[in-house]
């Protein structure tokens, strides 16, 4: 159990000030002290960019890897220790482009994991450029005549994916993004949750006035219902004036780990393996 | 007449279950007291084609094949029109002579023993598929082996489908047996038994997933990739009984990601590939030395670049796996040279892996990896885990996960460890893990990473020389060179052979000590460029002149070897 105080590491956060990351940081601490979780329990990891920079500032355990590989990372910590608490958080160049094939491989698998990807439709740390969920027409020192391609619908994508579940927060509303992450965490399998977050520096269209002026929460919707694929489907192609936040889609169903008979005899991580007997195997070769 | 030596090849198209029968009558003969070498060529196909297995059977035990056959039993016509070469006079070819029509080929001294076999197959035993095992029973009777040898094997491979089947088998090989009466008397092989028992016949790949299984190894991630694929398949066999999670990936980044991911959570860990897959690894590899996490990786090579020959045999990536991954290499490379070695290196890998923090690749190839090999049960008696520094209790205040330490390594904590928890970070970091472009920093860390090395040294397996010391010739070689150099050696009868064992980090002193002697050093290698003469150059100053290089995709023989001498 840990306070916020709990979760200080030795550096403060240097990103931009006004960055979008410090709301995915302020909701995520708080997630991780309402949820009553043991900071030593939980494993984050992240790819490379500026939202990835979280990993440094955030006192759990915590593996910063390559750009785009978080996940299969995340996928070897939980599998290794189904105990832990993993969250995975990085980039949309990471999840949505280099790291894509991962992203949707891994919610097949519906790995009990915390996808929280901080969107900001920008690669960030590398000065610019557009990402594969910038607008189309979207101009950066990649693209000086604007993005030929359509955006990658994240939310569309994960609910194709069989992704159990499927949420997208909003950096700037902090309180309603500590509840999705709380949220997510509890769910067992895995869950995505898409962060819209502005990048004050690079995207000067996606910003937090641009976002406060176009979210609303599905929660607030009457008869929305996280159980209609279709349904949320539908919603999750409303981008414009309305941009909907919250869960879209939410549904049980076993886990990897409920299954891979590997897990089948207990915890990896705890496993005996001073001796192990190996004398059946020799006997089928002979 | 020759006693107790048997070379056999079954040849026909791929999906003709040529393997299968080949692997039966190599246990026959196992169980017989025999040691047996076998080998498979195949072409990269499913079906069609022309796949053959070379059994090289003896009362010793062999690394390599003979391009000799005393028997050969053909499921096509290829088979014979490319091997009818190698038939020694007097030896026989084994075919279905409503099948094949053999009448243009010259074949020499060779007996033709053509016989209706699937005809009989149906008519006596109401099954086509019972061929194979009615030519198992003629090879069996022209050479005068034990049929109830036999029968036990076939006994054990189809104790599952009950006891007609095995009835069903039994009658076939005693129909075989029958047939063989009269060409056995005049037949030039005889095996009568041998005394070799309890051995094991096993591949090169099957060995080394033994060596992880019993070093504890609980997480495998891994992307099919020929000629390593049958250590992914026999992991995922195992992994319900030994409680090891098999993952079949997306691709091979995502396996060598997430075993590093498993080897941070403190589980020991592997993945294995070919070459391209190990391109795809380099950045992880690199990945795993930055972060200092232990893991191992298999390369089974094949010939390249790109997809190359797929199903063939090569050494060709041995500065691959030196050099994977940014940066100056911070990893140990292994090269078992025998399929001991093969089990014994890759139960060390892991133990290094987590003493040094660090990965670990073995490297060896398609012919060690998916050749079969006759040897005892290994010998696990001495075997000792040893997980390094590696604490799983509170290590206390102000913990440090990259401590700066006497030898290099820090004690490391895991998830989960109360008071120990840490950043891994792949961005140059200090010795809390955390982020700093410091730039005495960095030297420190850099020196502290290749510092491992050094101190690894002492731990990596030592170069060998093999034979007698003041020999004339000395062939120096590596992983399946070793067998097929000592057989060499044996036929020159003056020569012996330098082994190198581990490729990174170099042992130059020793290299260097044991070359200075050599009277007349002969490099062996399966590749173009001689990688390995090129890495001894590069440390010891030595270039071997003298050089016997295959790169054709088909593995050497001690023949091979000899008249290049
Ligand atoms: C293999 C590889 N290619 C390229 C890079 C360079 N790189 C670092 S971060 C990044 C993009 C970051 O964008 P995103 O993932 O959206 O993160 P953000 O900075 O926007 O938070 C790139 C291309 C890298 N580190 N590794
Ligand atoms: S560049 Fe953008 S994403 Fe990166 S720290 Fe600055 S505001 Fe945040
Ligand atoms: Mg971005």
């Known amino acids: ?286 | 007449m020759k006693q107790g030596a048997l070379n056999l090849l079954i040849g026909g198209p791929a999906g003709a279950g040529i393997e299968k029968s080949g692997k039966t009558i190599a246990l026959s003969f196992l169980r017989g007291g025999y040691f047996v070498f076998g080998n498979v060529e195949h072409m990269s196909r499913i079906r069609g084609g022309n796949n053959f297995l070379r059994l090289r059977i003896d009362e010793k035990p062999h690394a390599s094949h003979v391009e000799e056959i005393d028997v050969m039993i053909a499921l096509d016509k290829k088979t014979v029109e490319e091997h009818i070469g190698e038939v020694v006079d007097g030896g026989a070819v084994i075919y279905d002579s409503d099948d094949l029509d053999l009448s243009e080929i010259d074949a020499g001294k060779a007996v033709m023993i053509g016989v209706p076999l699937k005809k009989m197959a149906t008519e006596k035993l109401g099954n086509a598929i019972m061929v194979n095992v009615i030519s198992l029973g003629l090879v069996c009777g022209l050479v005068d082996f034990d049929v109830s040898v036999i029968k036990k094997v076939l006994g054990k491979v189809f104790e599952k489908k009950g006891a007609e089947i095995i009835k069903l088998n039994e009658k076939a090989v005693d129909i075989g047996h029958e047939l063989a009466g009269k060409w056995a008397g005049d037949f030039h092989v005889k095996m009568s038994g041998g005394k070799a028992v309890g051995n094991m016949f096993i591949e090169g790949n099957n060995a080394f997933a033994l060596g992880a299984l019993k070093a504890g190894c609980k997480y495998v991630g891994e992307y099919p990739m020929t000629p390593s694929s049958s250590i992914l398949h026999f992991m995922a066999k195992w992994a319900e009984k030994y409680g090891v999670v098999v993952k079949h990936t997306e691709d091979e980044i995502s396996a060598c990601n997430s075993v590093i991911g498993a080897g941070f959570a403190g589980v020991r860990s592997m993945a294995a590939t070919s070459g391209g897959g190990l391109a795809l690894m380099g950045e992880a590899i690199g990945l795993a030395g930055m972060n200092e996490v232990p893991c191992v990786i298999a390369n089974v090579m094949r010939p390249g670049p790109a997809t190359g020959l797929p199903t063939r045999t090569d050494q060709g990536d041995l500065r691959q796996v030196i050099h994977a991954g940014q940066g100056d290499p911070v990893k140990i490379v292994l090269l078992p040279g025998s399929v001991e070695e093969c089990f014994y290196f890759g139960y060390q890998a892991f133990n290094l892996a987590e003493k040094y923090q660090l990965p670990v690749i073995v490297c060896f190839d398609k012919h060690m990896g998916e050749g079969y090999f006759t040897v005892p049960p290994f010998d696990v008696s001495t075997l000792k885990v040893d997980r390094g520094k590696l604490i799983t209790e509170n290590p206390g205040e102000d913990y440090k996960r990259y401590l700066q330490t006497e030898d290099g390594m820090s004690p490391r904590t895991i998830p989960g460890v109360k008071g120990g928890i840490h950043r891994s970070t792949s961005d140059e970091h200090d010795e809390y893990g955390d982020m700093t472009e410091d730039a005495e920093n960095r030297n420190l860390m850099v020196e502290k990473r290749m510092k491992k090395l050094e101190l690894a040294m002492s731990d990596c397996p030592k170069p060998e020389i093999i034979g007698d010391e003041g020999a004339e010739i000395t062939f120096v070689t590596w992983g399946s060179g070793v067998g097929i150099c000592k057989e060499a050696a044996e036929i020159h009868g003056n020569a012996n052979i330098l082994q190198i064992k581990t490729a990174w980090p170099f042992h130059t002193k020793e290299v260097k000590e044991i070359l200075k002697s050599a009277k007349r050093p002969i490099l062996v290698e399966h590749n173009y460029g001689g990688q390995m003469g090129g890495l001894i150059a590069e440390h010891t100053g030595i270039i071997l002149e003298e050089r016997i290089l295959r790169y054709d995709g088909r593995p050497m023989t001690a023949k091979y070897i000899t008249d290049k001498i």
């Open chain 1, 1 to 286: 159990m840990a306070e916020l105080k709990d979760l200080q590491t030795r550096q403060n956060p240097n990103w931009c000030p006004g960055c979008g990351n410090f709301g995915i940081q302020a909701a995520l601490k708080s997630a991780i002290v309402n949820l009553k979780l043991e900071p030593s329990n939980i494993a984050i990891s992240t790819g490379i960019g500026c939202g990835s920079k979280i990993n440094q500032w955030i006192e759990t355990y915590g593996f910063a890897g390559l750009h785009g590989r978080s996940i299969p990372v995340a996928m070897g910590i939980k599998l290794a220790n189904p105990e832990l608490t993993v969250i995975d958080l990085s980039g949309d160049g990471d999840g949505y482009g280099i790291g894509m094939c991962h992203f949707i491989n891994t919610m097949r698998r519906n790995i009990d994991i915390t996808y929280i990807v901080q969107n900001n439709q920008i690669y960030g740390l590398t000065l610019g450029q557009t990402s594969p969920t910038s607008e189309k027409g979207a101009v950066g020192p990649s693209t000086p005549h604007g993005v030929i391609e359509e955006p990658v619908n994240p939310i569309r994508l994960a609910l194709s994916s069989a992704c159990t579940f499927v949420a997208r927060g909003f950096a700037g509303d902090i309180p309603h993004l500590t509840g999705l992450i709380e949220e997510a965490v509890k769910h067992r399998g895995f869950a995505l949750i898409d962060v819209l977050q502005p990048c004050v520096t690079f995207n000067k269209v996606n910003t937090h006035d641009f976002f406060r002026e176009r979210v609303y929460k599905l929660s607030e919707v009457s008869e929305y219902d996280v159980s209609n694929l279709v349904r949320a489907y539908e919603v999750a192609g409303e981008w414009g004036d309305k941009i909907p936040i919250g869960v879209f889609y939410k549904v049980e169903k076993p886990t990897y780990e409920d299954s891979d008979v590997g897990l089948k005899s207990g915890n990896p991580m705890k496993a005996d393996i001073s001796d192990v007997n190996v004398q059946e195997v020799m006997s089928s070769f002979m």
